[in-house]
């Protein structure tokens, strides 16, 4: 046997108990270690630094980061304060906000530096995991091969090249640290180390809620590679120190729930058998998409949208759900039958599944039938069952380790460049919804978004053709509706652009930016007391919109209710400080209010933050 296999066996053999708790008898010289951590940060760089040039673009990052007056003020005592109370983008996520305050705080609406602290923070989070994995397993290739394919895999583009996902990278942190304090407390148990990972568990719930399986994985490296499981009392002692974690995660997901309640896609929309049959064929999707990461886009349409042309449910074809089920069943139940000899297989796959569960779509959330950025953490099973299978089969060759060594840097090498060249299709918003057209179809979210960057340069006839595309995809949208509804209030042709509008809320109506959209049209058409009623609506479904309590003041003001107006006015102040049209415009109030003392501090303060409000100054 060469000493490479006998270097192999050495790491495979099983480890006591004690030893498995203990940690790693490892006794590679440390700078091994720190030359891996530093290659590590270096491939993650070479793959994602395309991204440092990369622009906002129009899908989340407005609403997250740059229109976003909360975030582009930086880190203040409202904002933070806002971030911990208020629900926003369907999510409560505080510590994600506060990291986009930070970014907004160094680096303003300077895209690149938004870029830079993902591709950081990526690279931190693949360190991590290569420290985890070799702490707990004492492999350090093998650990080693898993951060580095988990750090430059394509899949992870969407994660890190999206500014609007950085709650992906955050959350990979906190799941990364709270599995470093957990190996901690499983060396030597005590209050004080499983507060620390209590503390870090619900830290990362407050990035992203999808870490609620957290706990299930604990539980499988319990099994393995801890083997903290050995007799009946050990069991149950494993199964009630997971309780207080399960209780943070029960509370993640009633706040989720709870934060979703006006802007989640019903269950109703798409039946259950259409969402298990999905689920299914995405557990296996997101299989294909690791051995094959070609043709990647940001949305994929759900096969079940009863929106779809045709006016009917197009589900998947039978034999495809078959398939996947049969696939899922199968593997899950060789996982379960060699969890002694091959106890890796038995963790890798349930890591994968348990993780994947939060977002598969059982419970619909969104119209998508999967996303890459769901594959951040789960995939991480499937690397561990690959790595250590390929290890042990790779054992019993004579030329094991160069075969393996090969492989992996053609694996690592190929991953790299199609990465990059990933992530350059996220430069900008045009460029992004083109690449989706290409690999898509059915899509009906890349017309919106294109039609997002014409309206936005202008080109009203251009974004109107998108939206009517998407229109035609999706006959019963009341988001294409919406946007028609806009571009036609933009080119004048008010009467139709009601039309769409109230076809908008016709089929949703909860949905607040078409109450505010219409609110504008009827302010346009003199529809006054109509336009207020739209205003209230919306601001009942979305309290906190500044720019329709301010045109509420508006529709107040034109109507004579003065007093109203300028109540109107200070609480659109109160929640954009920074709006400076509404300062001049209470001041026109106070000014008719025969308070001109009052009207000269509002003109003052809007010209301090819009020195070019031509009209303030002419007041003065």
Known sequence: MSSATRKEKKEERPQSRSNAVHGSNDRRPRFLIFYLCFGLALVTSVAFFPALRNNFVNFDDNTYVYENPKV????????????????????????????????????????????????????????????????????????????????????RVESVAWISERKDILSGLFFMLTLAAYVKHARAPSLGRYLVVVLLYAFGLMCKPMLVSLPLVLLLIDYWPLRRFTDQFSTRRLFIEKLPLIGLAAASCLVTLFAQRLTAVSTNHIPLAGRVGNAAAACMIYIVQMVWPLHLAPFYPHPADEQLATGVIDQLPAWQIVLALAAIIGISIAAVLWRKERPYVFTGWFWYLVMLGPVIGIVQVGLQAHADRYTYLPQIGLYILVSWSVAHLIAWRRAGRQILTATAAIVLVSLTCIARAQVRYWHDSETLWKRSLAVTKDNDSPHYGLGDVYLARGEVNKALAEFRSALNLRPGSPYAH????LVLTKMGQLDEAVDHFNAAIRILPTFPTAHYNLGNALMQKGQINDAIKEFEHELALQPDHAPARCNLATALLNQGQLNQAIEQYEKTIELRPDYAEAYYDLGNCYLQQGNPENAVKQYEQALKLSPHLVEARNNL
């Open 72 to 155: 582009v003020a930086g880190l203040t005592r409202s904002g933070i304060t806002w971030a911990f109370t208020h629900f926003h983008s369907s999510n409560w996520h505080p510590l994600t906000w506060l990291s986009h305050m930070l970014d907004c705080q160094l680096f303003r609406l300077n895209a690149g530096g938004h870029h830079f602290t993902s591709v950081f923070l990526h690279a931190v989070v693949a360190i991590l995991l290569f420290i985890v994995l070799r702490e707990m397993t004492g492999a350090v290739w093998r650990a080693a091969l898993v951060a580095a394919v988990f750090a430059i895999h394509p899949l």
């Open 482 to 485: 919406n946007d028609i509804g």
